[in-house]
């Protein structure tokens, strides 16, 4: 059975008047934000508070990094309703026979387990990690043979800080992108998504990769926001072993990126960046003497 998808992205910016500072009321672009319930099997599962510009993305990469859900095989479809403000997440088994794998006590207890073990994290538009996610940490395996070089590097910033966006017209929110970093395509944007806090976007950006079969072992992922240590677990466990900031990180985003081997660089502007962990994936270019 084929994942059925529906296609429901609401409009990214609205227009609306303000006045300036000299008394003027000038028509303004403004980030939409949406609440976005999810349910698996009508079961209610959280609210996300999002810009609505890739919601089934998000919802896919949601299940997939909180480890609800394991295969795309378990899911039938997933659709979206701006009317109700939800997205209904139907299982291959309801689809199929009627009932639901959460319908079986145990599969509904292990639920309800993880649904009660959170950690509040600094993250906004979501923020939550499920705490046995801590406890998975140790079985994550990045790339060993992968190589990020500094001309690399500068190249995607660059596009980046090119590449239109959101925010240049209306602010308000994170981006997250994810790069190439082989061959003729290296440094190129893949995919890139905005959305009112970076842990959203990050999900829509594994739920794409879910959904195209888009291997991780080679890509970069780049976020506006500050590294913390849900932004390195879900990097991680997408299996990137490359994360790049033009912001800052917390020491508990240190202390994980550290523990997996991530190849982790903050302050990325123009040609100035702090590599943090896994020094030994990156290939620095020889300093030119001056003339």
Not at 32 to 42: A, M, Q, S
Request: hydrophobic letters at 40%; aromatic letters at 6%; proline letters at 2%.
């Amino acid at each position: 059975m084929s994942l059925a998808l529906s296609s429901c992205a609401r409009p990214a910016t609205y227009e609306v008047d303000a006045i300036n500072e000299r008394g003027e009321t000038v028509p303004t672009a403004i980030a939409g934000e949406h609440p976005l319930t999810l349910y698996l099997d009508k079961r209610e599962l959280v609210t996300l508070m999002t810009l609505g510009a890739a919601p089934e993305h998000l919802t896919l990469g949601y299940l997939r990094n909180q480890r609800l859900v394991e295969s795309l095989d378990e899911l039938a479809s997933i659709q979206v309703d701006w009317e109700t403000s939800s997205v209904a997440v139907t299982s291959t088994s309801l689809a199929t026979r009627g009932v639901s794998v959460w319908d079986d006590a145990a599969q509904a207890d292990a639920l309800a387990a993880r649904l009660a073990r959170r950690t509040v994290t600094t993250g906004c538009g979501q923020g939550t990690v499920f705490g046995d996610l801590m406890d998975e940490i140790d079985r994550i395996e990045l790339s060993g043979h992968a190589r990020l070089t500094e001309e690399t590097l500068y190249t995607v910033t660059d596009r980046v800080r090119r590449h239109e966006s959101i925010y240049k017209v209306a602010g308000a929110v994170h981006g997250c992108a994810l790069c190439a970093n082989t061959g003729d395509e290296r440094g190129e944007i893949l995919r890139f998504v905005e959305d009112v806090g970076r842990h959203n976007a990050v999900d829509a950006i594994a739920g794409w990769m879910w959904v195209e079969s888009v291997s991780a072992a080679d890509k970069i992922f780049y976020t506006t926001g500050r590294l913390t240590s849900e932004m390195v677990i879900k990097c991680a466990q997408m299996g990137i072993p490359f994360l790049l900031s033009r912001s800052g990180l917390t020491q508990m985003g240190h202390e994980i990126a550290r523990r997996v081997g991530l190849t982790m660089i903050g302050r990325c502007q123009g040609k100035h960046y702090l590599l943090f962990t896994g020094a030994q994936r990156f290939v620095r270019q020889p300093v030119r003497a001056w003339a």
